[in-house]
C-alpha cells in the first residue's frame, strides 16, 4: 500500500470514528454513517486486507454504544415517559410540594385526578390521606429508586389498595414521585370485546371484570346476590372458553387484552401527532404465553379462526406479528388458525440464554409451542431472511412440516456479488455480520435508536427507498397499521429487541444452512413467493436462485418487493389451505 493510500484510509478510519460518536448523540445520522463505513470496508477489501481487520475504530464503537445506551436510558427513566407506559393502572406523579403534576387515562378515567391536584385529593377519593402523603414524604427524603409500597385501606370499595412510589429526579433536578396505584380501569367497550372474543355470557364478563379488580369470589357473590357456588361455576366457564387453567392465568389474559385494547384506542391518539397511524381496523388478539421445558417463557398470538386448522407463521426479524385486517378476516373465514410465535427476545419472551445455538434454541421453542398446541404438522409460512429458521425446523422436525411458503424468502448466499446487488441498507448489515462481527451490536442499536426517535413510518421511508413496490405497499393504511402494530414486539416506547436482532442475524449470516435446503429436495413442498423489487434479493440474483434450485417453485411477481406478504396475501391463503390437515 502506498504512503498516499494509507493516508486516505487513515483519514476514512478517523471520519469513521467521528461519525460514529455523531451517531451516539444523534441516531438520525445513521445512514451518513452507513455511507462512510461501507467506504472504509470496501476500501480494505479492495488492498487485499481484512474487512474486519479495524483494531482503530472497535474501542470507539463500544464506548459509544455505552453512550447510546445511556442516553436512551436516561430517555426512558424521567417519571413522566414511564408514566406513558402504564396502561392498566391509576398512576400519577407528583412533585416536592404533592402536587399531581402529571397523570395517566386511568387515573382520569377512575380517580379523577389531573395535573393541578393535591395527593390529599386522591386521600378522600380513594384512601385515607395522612398515611398517602406520610408515605410519599418518605419516598422523596430518600436517595433510593426502589419503590416504597403502601397497603392502605380503600374509603370507595373497602378493599385493601396498594399505592407504589417511586422516586426519580425530574428535568430540572428536583425529586418527584411516580405513583403506581391498583386501581384498574376497565374501558367502556372492553366488556364487549370480551364476550365477543371468547363467547361469554355476561355474568361471566363481570365475574372477569370483578376478579381483574382484586374481588374474591365471596365478595363477587355478595355484590351480585348469588351463592359462592354459581360464581365459582361461572368462573370454571370462564377459564374454559378461554383456556386458562388457573386464575393467575385468567388474570394474565385479561391483562394482555387490556393492553391491546388500550393500545388500539391509543393509535388514533398518537397517530396523527406522530405521522403513524390515525385509525385502527385490527381487531385485538390475547398475547398468550407458553412455559418452555428450560423454564424461559415464549409469548405467541393466534390470528385468523382460534379453531381453524393451524399453519405457522414466522414473522421476519422486524417482529410483523399482525397481518392487514382483511387478511386476518379472511384467514378467520377460511377457517385458517394461524399461530404467530413471538421469538425469543422480542416482546416478553425470555432471550435465548447464554451462548447457546440460536437457531437451533428457536427451533426447539417452535416445536415445544407446536406439541403444546397438540399440533401434528402444518404448513410453515416464512417472511425474508426467516426462510433459514423454516429450513432449519423442516430439517429437525420433518414430520411437522407439512409445506414451506416463503415470501420474499431468501436463500443461502452463493457469491459475493450475491450481497453486493443488495439495496445499501442490507448490503450494510450481512457485510457487518460477517466481516465485523464483534461491532455489529452497535451498528444494530442505533439503527433501532434511529427507528424509535424518527418513528417507524420514517424508518421504513429509509429502508425501503430504493424500492417502490415496498413504499407503495407500506402506503395503503391497513398494511401500515399492520406493520406498525405488529412490530411492537421488536421495538416500542419501552422495548428494543436489538440484542435478540443481533444475535439472530449472526447465526442466519455465519451459519451454513444450504444442507437444510438440500434436505429439503424431493421432502416436502416448497414455494417462494417473490418480487422483482425486494432491496435484498434483486432480480439477478432471483434469477440464479430459480438456476441454482429448479426443484423450488418460484412465482414471480414485478409489482412487489420485501413486502410482498403484506400486498399478495390473496396469493398465499390458497397454497395455505392446500396444505392444512
Known amino acids: 500500500m502506498s504512503d498516499g ?32 463505513w461501507q467506504s472504509l470496508m470496501n476500501r480494505r477489501l479492495m488492498e487485499g486486507g481484512e474487512a474486519g481487520d479495524l483494531p482503530g475504530v472497535a474501542p470507539h464503537v463500544a464506548r459509544a454504544g455505552q453512550t447510546l445506551g445511556r442516553l436512551m436510558e436516561a430517555e426512558e427513566r424521567t417519571a413522566e415517559a414511564l408514566l406513558s407506559t402504564i396502561q392498566h393502572n391509576a398512576a400519577f406523579v407528583v412533585d416536592e410540594g404533592l402536587v399531581v403534576t402529571a397523570a395517566n387515562r386511568a387515573a382520569t378515567a377512575s380517580l379523577g385526578l389531573a395535573a393541578g391536584a393535591r395527593l390529599g385529593d386522591l386521600g378522600r377519593l ?39 412510589f417511586r422516586r426519580l429526579l425530574g428535568e430540572s433536578g428536583a425529586p418527584e414521585l411516580l405513583a403506581i396505584t391498583s386501581e384498574l380501569t376497565w374501558p367502556p367497550a372492553f366488556g364487549e370485546l370480551l364476550r365477543e372474543t371468547f363467547d361469554l355470557t355476561g355474568a361471566e364478563t363481570e365475574v372477569m371484570r370483578a376478579l381483574a379488580e382484586g374481588t374474591s369470589l365471596t365478595d363477587i357473590a355478595s355484590a351480585r346476590g348469588r351463592s359462592v357456588e354459581t360464581v365459582r361455576a361461572q368462573l370454571k ?57 428450560d423454564r424461559r417463557e415464549m409469548d405467541y ?3 385468523g379462526d382460534p379453531k381453524g386448522q393451524p399453519c405457522l407463521y414466522l414473522p421476519l426479524d422486524y417482529g410483523l406479528t399482525r397481518w392487514p385486517a382483511s387478511a386476518e378476516a379472511a384467514a378467520r373465514r377460511a377457517g385458517i388458525k394461524v399461530i ?23 427451533v426447539a421453542d417452535h416445536i415445544a409451542l407446536l406439541d403444546a398446541l397438540k399440533v401434528k404438522a402444518l404448513p410453515v ?32 448466499l452463493a457469491s459475493a456479488e450475491q450481497v453486493e446487488r443488495m439495496d445499501k441498507w442490507y448490503r450494510f448489515i450481512m457485510a457487518g455480520a460477517r466481516y465485523t462481527p464483534h461491532l455489529l451490536p452497535f451498528m444494530v442499536q442505533a439503527g433501532f435508536a434511529l427507528a424509535r426517535k424518527a418513528g417507524k413510518r420514517a424508518f421504513l421511508e429509509s429502508v425501503y427507498q430504493n424500492s417502490a413496490a415496498d413504499m407503495a405497499t407500506f402506503q395503503v393504511p391497513e398494511v401500515f397499521e399492520a406493520l406498525v402494530s405488529g412490530s411492537d414486539v421488536a421495538l416500542s416506547k419501552t422495548h428494543m429487541a436489538n440484542e435478540a436482532f443481533t444475535r439472530e442475524l449472526l447465526f442466519k449470516v455465519n451459519t451454513d444452512w444450504k444442507p437444510d435446503v438440500a434436505f429439503a429436495e424431493g421432502r416436502v413442498p416448497v414455494h417462494y413467493l417473490s418480487g422483482l423489487q425486494d432491496p435484498q434479493v434483486p432480480e439477478a440474483t432471483l434469477r440464479e436462485h430459480q438456476r441454482d434450485y429448479p426443484w423450488i417453485d418460484f412465482r414471480i411477481y414485478p409489482d412487489a418487493g420485501q413486502l410482498l406478504f403484506f400486498l399478495k396475501w390473496r396469493e398465499v391463503l390458497p397454497l395455505i389451505l392446500r396444505y392444512l390437515g
Open 237 to 293: 366457564s370462564v377459564m374454559g372458553k378461554t383456556e386458562t387453567s388457573s386464575q393467575i392465568e385468567l388474570m394474565r389474559l385479561t391483562l394482555s387484552m387490556l393492553e391491546i385494547a388500550r393500545f388500539s384506542e391509543a393509535q388514533g391518539d398518537m397517530g396523527e401527532a406522530e405521522g403513524e397511524i390515525s385509525r385502527s381496523g385490527l381487531a385485538a388478539r390475547p398475547v398468550q404465553s407458553l412455559a418452555l421445558p
Open 301 to 303: 398470538l393466534i390470528l
Open 5 to 36: 493510500a494509507r493516508g486516505d484510509d487513515k483519514h476514512l478510519e478517523e471520519d469513521v470514528i467521528h461519525r460514529i460518536y455523531e451517531v451516539a448523540i444523534d441516531p438520525s445520522r445513521y445512514e451518513a454513517l452507513i455511507d462512510r
Open 340 to 362: 404467530v410465535p413471538i421469538r425469543a427476545g422480542y416482546g416478553r419472551s425470555t432471550p435465548v440464554p447464554g451462548k447457546a445455538d440460536v437457531l437451533a434454541t428457536l
Open 126 to 164: 380513594l384512601v385515607e390521606p395522612a398515611p398517602l402523603e406520610d408515605g410519599a414524604r418518605r419516598a422523596l427524603r430518600g436517595n433510593s429508586a426502589a419503590p416504597h409500597i403502601l397497603r392502605l385501606h380503600g374509603s370507595r370499595t373497602g378493599r385493601t389498595v396498594l399505592v407504589s
Open 381 to 412: 409460512i416464512a417472511m425474508g431472511d426467516d426462510a433459514a429458521l423454516a429450513f432449519r425446523l423442516h430439517a429437525m422436525a420433518p414430520e411437522r412440516v407439512s409445506a414451506l411458503i416463503c415470501c420474499a424468502g431468501v436463500l443461502p
